[in-house]
């Protein structure tokens, strides 16, 4: 990896909340589905717009990226039918190695959701070594140019009202060795995570659980770049890892006008000398429909190990 690579374009959108398939009603279900069917249908169907959503993708497409990262919540109820539809939506995005998708809590609304449904998206979060089964994929590694993508799941079934996330002991101790071996590799890594890791950016119901101990690695270990969703709002924080600040950046979701518009981000990742330049730009839909480019912003991630300068 050499400073003179060409940059990398990497698109970041969330919670598409792709609108429920025809004819589901509450007999085709029960439990805590029951509940966040009649929050669908009483508020979230209002909300979450596959026009919307189509608008964004347009443009995106538009913008020519090098790879999408989608960072969970692309169903409602996580639903057979829900999954299915999300991999014709996920298909039309882009091929399955230049996509990379995690699930987020409503993929995981009942236990056994997300090992059911996430088996149809398997290509869009194959990671470049197989693994041997759904349950130690995550997190996966993808190498593309000087980046080096990770995948977390933090999609776990909680009870009714909660949408908390959580890693889990076995998959924060997976993510320790693949982070070490991308810095050796002097790679930007760029983790897409879809709860917020920070604590209070959202609510205690909505949070993630072992936040702490996720930090506790980043703090050992090192990251460049932390990208999520969950919060239907858009964030930017900083986190402290064993190499210095990463940024941490959540995306709206990529269909609602609710809580901010719709939007997604584009950072580009250029290799320097001295770390990473990063350029983050905004492109959002407006109260007339139109695409809008927002200001966005440039900073320099500085590392020692970039462009395979590491000892
Ligand atoms: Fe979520």
Request: aromatic share 6%; with cysteine.
């Amino acid at each position: 990896m050499k400073p003179d690579q060409p940059s990398f374009l990497l698109a970041h959108l969330s919670d598409p909340h792709l609108p429920l398939t025809p004819g589901v009603t509450p007999r085709d279900f029960l439990g805590k589905r029951t509940l966040s069917y009649l929050s669908w249908h009483l508020n979230r169907r209002h909300r979450h717009r596959r026009e919307t959503l189509d608008a964004l993708t347009a443009d995106l497409a538009q913008q020519g990226p090098d790879h999408i990262a989608v960072t969970g919540d692309l169903t409602n109820l996580g639903l057979e039918t829900e999954y299915l539809q999300a991999h014709a939506w996920l298909d039309d995005l882009g091929e399955p190695e230049n996509v990379s998708v995690i699930p987020g809590n409503h993929e995981a609304m009942v236990k056994g959701a997300w090992e059911r449904g996430g088996a149809h998206w398997r290509p869009f979060w194959q990671g470049d070594s197989p693994a041997r089964n759904q349950a130690h994929a995550f997190p996966y590694l993808r190498v593309r140019g000087q980046v080096a993508l990770m995948g977390l799941s933090t999609a776990i079934a909680s009870r009714p009202g909660l949408a908390v996330g959580a890693l889990g002991e076995a998959q924060l101790a997976r993510l320790a060795p693949l982070l070490a071996r991308a810095r050796e590799a002097g790679l930007c890594r760029v983790l897409m995570i879809h709860h917020p890791p920070l604590a209070g950016t959202v609510p205690a119901r909505k949070a993630l659980l072992d936040a702490p101990a996720l930090q506790g690695v980043l703090a050992r270990e090192g990251a460049e770049l932390l990208l999520h969703g969950h919060s239907h709002r858009s964030h930017l924080q900083e986190i402290d890892t064993a190499d210095g600040a990463a940024p941490v950046i959540g995306v709206p979701s990529a269909s609602s006008m609710h809580h901010e518009p719709a939007a997604y981000n584009l950072y580009r990742i250029a290799t320097r000398p001295e770390g990473w330049a990063l350029s983050v730009k905004t492109r959002r839909l407006s109260a007339a429909r139109q695409i809008e480019a927002l200001q966005g912003f440039e900073t320099v991630i500085a590392r020692s190990h970039a462009g395979g300068n590491a000892p």
